[in-house]
């Protein structure tokens, strides 16, 4: 069944599998486990901007840019939405550090063999590539607005309580943020810390071209990183201090701009601001377990790092790859991919990686915050991946998923079995 407008519930509606949360996250494990054959509910707290002709998330305003990795971004190659992506996209090719204490730290896409580390795309027309594929995908119902209520687990399949009706689903997959209420209604912990930072993300057109170079100051105030985008424009995240982040955040375009150009110098070069930004709070949070019965938790309600290298949305495409995995193998055996033991395997997969990533993500973070004399070790550390390559390509290939055993979307396609592969 095909959905191309919001579905009211009015009896019970049966599913294999609910996907709960249409971000960038919830949208992408509903492509996959569609693709894959599973019977998917989507219920999604707003419209898209498929089907509300124009209104919506994908279509509103939204000062976020992500970076997407290389390994990744396979995902959306297989799921068939890589080559509309590609239109909205930069690519990036090369990490540079410059700061106090920073000397030229670099990497770049030779550890690929010359593919990009990974792609620049904003928001909006991520959200309204993926809604509209959604839209047309074969496999997914959409319920939507609607917002989950209650959960209850039982032996067979999980019930939602939903604003619209109840649905009834062998899994459900939160993927409904760091306030997520089903992992909250679960129990399951979520613990870390708040930083006494911000990130004010802004949006500029430059003077010249950055080439696919996305550049990241360090400062002892916080650091600015530069992000390609299309178009000779970037995306600027400027993370500082929570009381100077609001003061900046409350400025007019010309005098943050002053601002902007007075911390940075020369770094940037000549650039416009343009008027619309946003102000995003950092936080450190792990859940304790993915997975509770019938419930598995994907993105953001598993695990918020810090944006330093832009690992977010990238460790919660893992999820989903991950998850989808699960669900296959669980499903070709004859299993059921909402029990335990497939919902155990799960957790083993992907909570190490979120745990690690976390923890590297936090260390760089305390270092480029902490007194001179920390910030110096630490940047000689960051600059002598330049004079060991073994260490650079590490580095590089595990910032983009290449790293490890991988899942199945996001292995290369010459790797590739047949029964994986994007149809």
Same mark, same amino acid.
């Given at each position: 069944?095909?959905?191309?407008?919001?579905?009211?519930?009015?009896?019970?509606?049966?599913?294999?599998?609910?996907?709960?949360g249409g971000g960038p996250v919830g949208l992408t494990l509903a492509l996959a486990l569609a693709r894959d054959g599973a019977d998917v509910v989507l219920i999604d707290a707003e419209i898209g901007d498929a089907e509300a002709g124009g209104a919506g998330q994908g279509a509103r305003s939204d000062a976020r840019a992500y970076f997407i990795a290389h390994g990744c971004w396979r995902i959306w190659t297989r799921l068939g939405v890589g080559e509309p992506l590609l239109a909205h996209a930069q690519a990036v090719r090369s990490l540079t550090?410059?700061?106090?204490?920073?000397?030229g730290a670099a990497f770049d896409d030779l550890a690929l063999g010359g593919e990009?580390? *990974?792609?620049? /795309?904003?928001?909006?027309? #991520?959200?309204?590539?993926?809604?509209?594929a959604v839209g047309a995908q074969t496999g997914i119902r959409s319920v939507a607005p609607a917002v989950v209520d209650a959960m209850q687990a039982a032996p067979g399949a999980a019930r939602l309580t939903t604003d619209r009706g109840?649905?009834?689903?062998?899994?459900v997959a939160a993927c409904d943020g760091g306030r997520s209420s089903l992992r909250e209604s679960a129990g399951i912990a979520f613990e870390g810390r708040d930083y006494p930072a911000l990130a004010l993300s802004l949006f500029a057109k430059l003077d010249r071209p950055m080439e696919g170079v996305a550049r990241q100051l360090f400062l002892p105030t916080g650091p600015i990183a530069v992000l390609?985008?299309?178009?000779d424009r970037a995306n600027i995240v400027w993370t500082m201090r929570t009381p100077a982040a609001h003061a900046l955040s409350a400025m007019s375009t010309g005098d943050l701009a002053a601002e902007l150009r007075?911390?940075? *110098?020369?770094? /940037?070069?000549?650039?416009? #601001?343009?008027?619309?930004r946003g102000v995003f709070p950092l936080k450190l949070r792990l859940a304790g377990r993915y997975h509770a019965p019938r419930l598995a938790l994907v993105g953001d309600s598993a695990h918020l790092v810090h944006p330093l290298a832009g690992?977010?949305?990238?460790?919660?495409?893992?999820?989903?790859?991950?998850?989808?995995?699960?669900?296959?193998?669980?499903?070709?055996?004859?299993?059921?991919p909402g029990s335990e033991t497939a919902l155990e395997g799960y957790t083993r997969a992907r909570r190490a990686d979120g745990v690690a990533v976390a923890a590297a993500m936090d260390a760089f973070a305390r270092v480029f915050t902490a007194p001179s004399l920390v910030r110096a070790l630490g940047g000689l550390?960051?600059?002598?991946?330049?004079?060991?390559?073994?260490?650079?390509d590490w580095f590089v290939r595990e910032a983009g998923g290449a790293a490890g055993d991988a899942p199945a979307l996001m292995r290369p396609i010459e790797a590739d079995a047949p029964d994986v592969a994007a149809s």
């Open positions: 069944m095909v959905s191309r407008a919001p579905q009211a519930v009015s009896d019970p509606l049966t599913c294999e599998i609910a996907v709960v550090a410059d700061g106090e204490a920073v000397e990009p580390l *990974g792609w620049m /795309i904003e928001h909006a027309p #991520l959200m309204s590539v993926l809604r509209a109840e649905v009834r689903a062998g899994l390609p985008l299309p178009g007075s911390r940075a *110098g020369d770094f /940037i070069g000549g650039f416009k #601001l343009e008027p619309r690992q977010g949305l990238n460790l919660g495409l893992k999820d989903a790859a991950a998850l989808a995995d699960v669900v296959r193998a669980a499903t070709r055996r004859g299993l059921d550390a960051l600059g002598a991946t330049r004079w060991t390559p073994g260490l650079m």
